[in-house]
């Protein structure tokens, strides 16, 4: 298996190579290239490489700027130190990626993957939408709810929920205006369409936008303690496992 590895530091490209020769023992390393520039003129004039490891950021710019302008059908890898909130694209468009420090197993796992499921086919288009994805630094999340009130739909704006709640297996959106709605979407599925942004999944009864946020207390056995406006329940927590991630959200 012939590997074009795009890294721009020397440590980590040797550590990709050691690992790479643990994970797959049979690939043959074609070439190091640590920038856009380097990567674009030797895909334009070499064979296409059977896989691609590329870290996002290069010496001169994004890997992704190299698949804007050569055309290859290699399938890729990425390795990249990015946030999970980007690396939620990738994987919508089914391009894997390693998150550094690099694990032997998660590598070699990612081979796997590509040998049995993608086509060469299809990645130059998932790399043109995950391209569009970065250079416009949004995904496609949900805008807006269609919601029953009595015989009719109507329609809300994401920027007008005050929060939604999950009661048993009911689930209620309610407004800034104060208005409950009931919904069809399950928390677990809504907490992948909101932009994580703005909204954040508390506990397993509430998500909420940064803008309803009232009043954090800390409390007892290293929860917080929450008032969210326009809401009457006095007893909303963050758990411990999650104040860690409740409080990076909200000092982005």
């Given at each position: 298996?012939?590997?074009?590895?795009?890294?721009?530091?020397?440590?980590?490209?040797?550590?990709?190579?050691?690992?790479?020769?643990?994970?797959?023992?049979?690939?043959?390393?074609?070439?190091?290239?640590?920038?856009?520039?380097?990567?674009?003129?030797?895909?334009?004039?070499?064979?296409?490489?059977?896989?691609?490891?590329?870290d996002?950021?290069?010496?001169?710019?994004?890997?992704?700027?190299?698949?804007?302008?050569?055309?290859?059908?290699?399938?890729?890898?990425?390795t990249?130190?990015y946030?999970?909130?980007t690396?939620?694209?990738?994987k919508?468009?089914?391009?894997?990626?390693?998150?550094?420090?690099?694990?032997?197993?998660?590598?070699?796992?990612?081979?796997?993957?590509?040998?049995?499921?993608v086509?060469?086919?299809?990645?130059?288009?998932?790399?043109?939408?995950?391209?569009?994805?970065?250079?416009?630094g949004?995904?496609?999340?949900?805008?807006?709810?269609?919601?029953?009130?009595?015989?009719?739909?109507?329609?809300?704006?994401?920027?007008?929920?005050?929060?939604?709640?999950?009661?048993?297996?009911?689930?209620?959106?309610?407004t800034?205006?104060?208005?409950?709605?009931?919904?069809d979407?399950?928390?677990?599925?809504?907490?992948?369409?909101?932009?994580?942004?703005?909204?954040?999944?508390?506990?397993?009864?509430?998500?909420?936008?940064?803008?309803?946020i009232?009043?954090?207390h800390?409390?007892?056995?290293?929860?917080l303690?929450?008032?969210?406006?326009?809401?009457?329940?006095?007893?909303i927590?963050?758990?411990?496992?999650?104040?860690?991630?409740?409080?990076?959200?909200?000092?982005?």
């Amino acid at each position: 298996m012939n590997v074009l590895i795009l890294e721009d530091e020397a440590a980590a490209a040797t550590r990709l190579q050691q690992q790479l020769a643990i994970a797959e023992p049979t690939a043959k390393v074609l070439a190091v290239l640590e920038s856009v520039k380097d990567a674009s003129e030797w895909l334009r004039i070499n064979n296409v490489p059977d896989i691609i490891l590329s870290d996002i950021h290069l010496a001169d710019g994004l890997a992704l700027d190299v698949f804007r302008q050569v055309n290859t059908p290699a399938p890729v890898i990425f390795t990249t130190a990015y946030d999970a909130y980007t690396l939620k694209a990738f994987k919508l468009n089914s391009i894997d990626y390693l998150l550094k420090p690099i694990d032997v197993d998660e590598l070699k796992a990612a081979f796997a993957k590509f040998r049995n499921s993608v086509s060469a086919t299809g990645t130059t288009a998932q790399l043109a939408d995950l391209l569009r994805q970065m250079t416009t630094g949004k995904e496609s999340y949900k805008s807006r709810f269609l919601v029953k009130l009595g015989d009719r739909l109507i329609i809300i704006p994401v920027a007008d929920v005050a929060y939604v709640m999950a009661d048993d297996k009911v689930v209620w959106l309610y407004t800034i205006d104060g208005k409950k709605h009931l919904i069809d979407d399950p928390l677990d599925e809504l907490q992948k369409s909101l932009d994580p942004a703005d909204f954040f999944r508390i506990n397993r009864t509430y998500i909420a936008p940064l803008s309803s946020i009232d009043k954090i207390h800390n409390h007892f056995n290293g929860r917080l303690k929450i008032s969210l406006k326009h809401c009457e329940d006095n007893d909303i927590f963050v758990s411990r496992a999650r104040v860690g991630d409740f409080k990076r959200w909200l000092n982005k």
